[in-house]
């Protein structure tokens, strides 16, 4: 048998164009054996002895050795080694071109010899997408949907291809949600769904194609999917549910898909996506609150929403989860009443339903996700509302919990909301019982540290609290700006040329309020501020120079 490989290696490699189809045919298929029997060893004979620089020559569209050839290819190409000599062959146009072929075997081996010799490179598989093959094989999905094979040769092809990002442009270009809902919809089988699934999820990334997946329908067969796999217990179900769930919630971070499945509040899927939030099954919960926020990222959505009662709904979702619940229907059903509080007619309605009551329940949670979303829902609430403001900013555990957080510097984002709160609470409310309790739980430091941020917006609100605090109880918060060297902070930030006019301006106002203390005026003082403040009397933001006048006279007055 090893003999006669050697002869066909032999016969192959002196093949010339009088060489008769016959006797190619006996040589390819001695390959094939070979290849059958130890892939990896044939293959480096195959490449030793220069066989792959004649197959271009063979892979004519109207040779009967073609898909021999094609075959050979792709059992080569299984082994990670050949796929360069593959491609420094001049393999890949010719194999580009036979996907324009009629003959159905000989398009199922082209495609897999590309999909082998692409496998796993993105710059190769960058190179089939600039060759144009993504409307050929759509084109092909579509002619030759009932031959298993190629369907599935071009499903894989197009779950490789759909992870580049260059590709998406040509997806969208084509009429490939159309052809993957027409397919969808005849499965049966778990395994050829989650086929379509794999490439239908990195497709629905992209904006264009989401539409084109709703107006397709796609979404009436996600639906159909839950609803026959919400009360299934094979893992087969579990996975299908979870993947037709998710899959839904991505087609809705688009706008103008999001926005047509809303149909101002009357669309049926809206209708069906909130039944799945009172559900039992926490994938469908997930899915729910997960979309719920999706739908409230506009404020006309949120305000329909608010007055239909969806509110009620995510509280008692929440409730169920309070006692060692699922983190992640937690974070959903937050980030939806999150969103939810969003527009100023909301906020009063999410108070009165006692949303800041459940979601305080959470603030024993140790997940850095829930503990985000809790904190930005509660500032979102608070905004401009000065009773919830003080009621909060009275909440002794809650500030304590805040000042703790604000030294999770493991985890950015819950430290920055933190302290965005702490000095939420300050400004709306107003009141001088919230700055004693801030003061006394130690937050005075933390706002110190704010106002060094690099985030103007931070920066800014931590000035507007510690003015506040020190104008309401500069006595009792004199020590904490003391330890928290505020001076030196305040002189820096005037100093600053990038530092922003409204940086500037409540700098000034605040070393105004703070001469009021003794040690903290004797630092003032010890600083120079009067250069500083001097020459922002000039300065073209109209507020800042005249903030400055006013600061400089101060200064003057009490040197």
Known sequence: ??????????????????????????????????????????????????????????????????????????????????????????????????????????????????????????????????????????????????????????????????????????????????????????????????????????????????????????????????????????????????????????????????????D????????????????????????????????????????????????????????????????????????ALRNLAIPVVNKTKLLSAGVSEEVLKFLKSEMPPVQFKLLGTLRMLIDAQAEAAEQLGKNVKLVERLVEWCEAKDHAGVMGESNRLLSALIRHSKSKDVVRTVIQNGGVKHLATMARSEHMIMQNEALVALGLIAALDLGMAEKDLESATLVQVLHKLLSDERSAPEIKYNSMILICTVMGSKPLHKEVQGLMFLDVVSKLRSHENKMVAHQASLTEQRLTAQS
């Not at 021999?68 to 000599?85: D, G, H, L, Q, Y």
């Not at 086929?195 to 709703?214: C, G, R, S, Y």
């Not at 087969?236 to 103008?256: F, H, N, Q, R, W």
């Not at 559900?279 to 739908?295: C, D, K, M, R, V």
């Open 264 to 335: 101002e509040g009357k669309g049926s899927v809206f209708q069906r996506v909130l039944s799945w939030v009172p559900s039992h099954n926490h994938q469908l919960q997930l899915a729910g609150a997960l979309a719920i926020a999706n739908f409230a990222r506009n404020d006309g959505n949120c305000i329909h929403m608010v007055d239909t009662g969806i509110v009620q709904k995510l509280l008692d979702l929440l409730d169920r989860h309070v006692e060692d619940g699922n983190v992640t229907v937690q974070h959903a059903a937050l980030s």
């Open 1 to 262: 048998m090893a003999d006669n490989f050697c002869e066909a290696l032999k016969k192959l490699k002196l093949t010339s164009a009088d060489s008769t189809e016959d006797s190619l045919e006996g040589c390819l298929d001695c390959l094939l054996k070979a290849l059958a029997r130890n892939n990896a060893e044939a293959s480096e004979k195959i490449q030793e002895n220069g066989i792959l620089q004649v197959f271009p020559g063979l892979l004519g569209p109207h040779s009967s050795c073609t898909p021999k050839v094609a075959n050979i290819i792709a059992e080569v190409a299984k082994n990670e080694f050949m796929r360069s000599p593959c491609v420094e062959a001049g393999l890949i146009p010719p194999l580009v071109q036979l996907l324009n072929c009629k003959d159905q075997d000989v398009l199922l081996q082209t495609g897999r010899a590309l999909g082998n010799i692409c496998y796993d490179s993105h710059s190769l598989q960058a190179q089939l997408v600039n060759m144009g093959v993504i409307p050929t094989l759509v084109k092909l999905l579509g002619v030759h949907f009932q031959n298993t094979p190629l369907t599935e040769m071009c499903l894989i092809a197009f779950g490789n291809l759909a992870e580049l990002e260059s590709s998406k442009e040509q997806f969208a270009s084509t009429n490939i949600a159309e052809e993957l809902v027409k397919l969808f919809r005849k499965q049966t089988e778990h395994e050829k769904k989650e086929m379509i699934f794999e490439v239908l999820a990195p497709l629905a990334e992209n904006d264009t194609i989401k539409l084109q997946l709703v107006d397709a329908g796609l979404v009436e067969c996600l639906l159909d999917v839950v609803g026959q796999t919400v009360d299934g217990d094979k893992e087969e179900d579990i996975a299908e549910l979870k993947t037709a769930s998710d899959l839904m919630v991505l087609l809705l971070l688009g706008d103008e898909s999001m926005q047509k499945l809303f």
